[in-house]
């Protein structure tokens, strides 16, 4: 996934493909402790070249093995990324667009691995659930406690609103009977 500038000034006239497969395993679980396993990663795509700067059109994928937010237990994750990295070549005469990211060029070779590597990782879900979990309606519970969904929730609340303190009968009743004789 490394190219010299001279090697990409050979594509500045046609589209330079590649298809490879890396693996970033080690790189991505020492960067998040959440990730469990990486798949290898399939990197494909285009690079048009110019002679100020090297676009890369890239369409990354593979799949993690993420811990379940509520049980734990191992999930794959697959990711599909589509993305534009530009480097610029000649950093003296290109313009840069205030929209535009451009990626610095370190010793006169481009490399992609930090890329790919910078791009996997923002994949990353903050919450994963397996699909069992997904398929279950029941949610975590205790003694005198339990999880509730906001449907649930906003069940349990208008009900407590239709709910008349014992204390405040009486007095609703008063109420209602003063209305009653409001009406007639």
Not at 27 to 47: F, H, N, T, Y
Not at 52 to 81: M, N
Not at 84 to 90: G, P
Not at 156 to 165: A, F, G, H, N, T
Request: some cysteine; charged content about 35%; aromatic content about 8%.
């Amino acid at each position: 996934m490394k190219w010299t500038v001279a090697e990409l000034h050979k594509y500045q006239y046609e589209a330079m493909t590649f298809d490879k497969t890396i693996d970033l395993a080690e790189e991505l679980k020492k960067a998040d402790s959440e990730i469990r396993e990486v798949s290898p990663i399939r990197v494909q795509g285009r690079a048009d070249v110019d002679s100020d700067k090297a676009a890369f059109h890239l369409h990354i994928t593979g799949a993690f093995i993420l811990p379940c937010s509520r049980t734990l237990a191992d999930v794959e994750y697959p990711f599909d990324i589509h993305s534009i990295e530009t480097f610029s070549l000649n950093p003296l005469n290109y313009q840069v667009d205030e929209n535009e990211e451009i990626h610095e060029i370190v010793g006169g070779v481009i490399d992609l691995k930090p890329v790919v590597h910078e791009l996997v990782l923002l994949e990353v879900p903050i919450q994963v659930f397996s699909p069992e979990v997904e398929e279950s309606s029941s949610l975590p519970s205790g003694q005198d406690w339990k999880v509730l969904t906001e449907d649930q929730l906003y069940e349990v609340r208008e009900r407590e609103k239709k709910k008349i303190d014992p204390r405040l009968a009486d007095l609703a009743k008063l109420l209602q009977k003063d209305e009653d004789e409001k009406q007639r």
